[in-house]
């Protein structure tokens, strides 16, 4: 091939090669069957929307992180780099057509542009799951337990991930008591949202150029190390709300059979600044991915945009860590998905049965693959094993005279010959085992 062209996706970006397909598939009915079992409606929002929309101003790292252009009518747009700003937009458009309380999902891609790392690209997939309209707590443990799902039909447990829990008012009644004014709040959990990323020494300059105390920020580096909710007393008081609704989660999540993924660590702060309340990101157990999902509380974010009080929660889950995760449990698959059955034929007189019998077998819900020109079993055969089939039917001239094939096991490498009704068993056969 000339090499005019570069044969590389543009830096961060990804393309999936058919092998890909298997874990992506897996992923996506994870995803899917996840939410819906859990009574999620899907919803569907554009690639792109308006730069507007996406904008902010509290300096979260995302903003800045925009791909955004303008169309040829002048329109300033962007790629979005979360689903939750255009699903805010969608729902307050449409609210009559939701439940009143609305769980719903969506899959999409979004871009950001971004240092690529490990686990961080410049675009990925992301499953959302939100629950407008519901101010208790229910929602975040019903959230949360259709996110373990999704990672249990993946094949993780709790000895694979866990989820770390905390809360962004709790930590700001925190701040208040130790006097750290509330304006300063939302420009301070950008930055303490870093802590597990940059140095010490760094986040204390950083928080003092904000405008903390060494006092204050002493206060919060303790505060900050917290694992255990009885340790809470010692910083605020028994009937703070953010304390309370973290106790009430631990015990929502007992009842959903879910505690065991569950622990409270209150450094999850969230780099978007929407966060109102209970926050919480999911990590493998050994910390060696990034995050495999986070969200939260994010009770203001419809006051902010469209000025109607809607209480929210939701959380991004990507495709990007939870692929390296499985890779490393379950290895990588080698080739593409099988096709149980694929039908060659020796010469071009047989073609039209062939093309007949493959599509008897398609419409009886038997995946074949059809050869699409006359080929010789070697030359056949050949093909079908670079495919991935586990049977194969071949005509031969003096076999299909008498309405019979070379059925021949891809797996086993056995061959026979067989009549029509055989295929269909050993299709049955060979499906119990592989597929
Ligand atoms: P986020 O934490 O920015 O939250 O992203 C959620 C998840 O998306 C991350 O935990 C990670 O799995 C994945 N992710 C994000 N950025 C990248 C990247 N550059 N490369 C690979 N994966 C990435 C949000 O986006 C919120 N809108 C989530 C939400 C929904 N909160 C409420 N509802």
Known sequence: MSSQIDLNPPRGMRDFLPKDWIFRQKLMRAFTDAAESCGFLRYETPVVDSYELFERKAGEEISEQLYDFTDKSGRHIALRAELTPSMVRLYFGNQNQFPSVAKIYSIGQCFRYERATKGRKREHFQWNIDILGER?????AWLLFTAV???????????????????????????????????????????????????AEVLRDSLKEAGMNEEQIGQLFRFL????IDQLAAFVPAENEGLLQLKELFAKAEALGISSYLKLNTSIIRGLSYYTGIVFEAFDVRKEFRAIFGGGRYDHLFLKMADKDIPACGLGFGDVVIEELCAAKFGR??????????????NEE?????????????????????????????????????????????????????????????????QTVAELSQIEEAVRQISAVHV
Not at 333 to 346: D, I, S
């Open 136 to 140: 208790g707590v229910s929602a975040e």
């Open 333 to 346: 698959p080698e080739t593409y998905a099988p096709v149980r059955l694929m039908m060659g034929y020796f």
């Open 350 to 414: 047989l073609q039209e049965k062939a093309m007949s019998l493959a599509s008897d077998f398609v419409r009886e819900g038997i995946d074949c693959d059809l050869a699409l020109s006359a080929q010789s079993p070697k030359k056949f055969f050949t093909q079908a094993n670079k495919r991935g089939a586990l049977l194969t039917a071949y005509l031969a001239p003096e076999e299909a005279e008498k309405g019979q094939f070379i059925l021949k096991n891809m797996i086993t490498g056995e």
């Open 149 to 199: 799902r999704a990672l249990n039909i993946l094949g993780l447990d709790d000895n694979d991930f866990k989820v770390y829990v905390s809360s962004r008012s709790l930590l700001s009644d925190y701040l208040v008591s130790i006097g750290v004014n509330e304006e300063k709040h939302a420009e301070l959990m950008v930055l303490i949202d870093k802590k597990e990323k940059i140095p």
């Open 225 to 228: 190390e917290v694992k255990e």
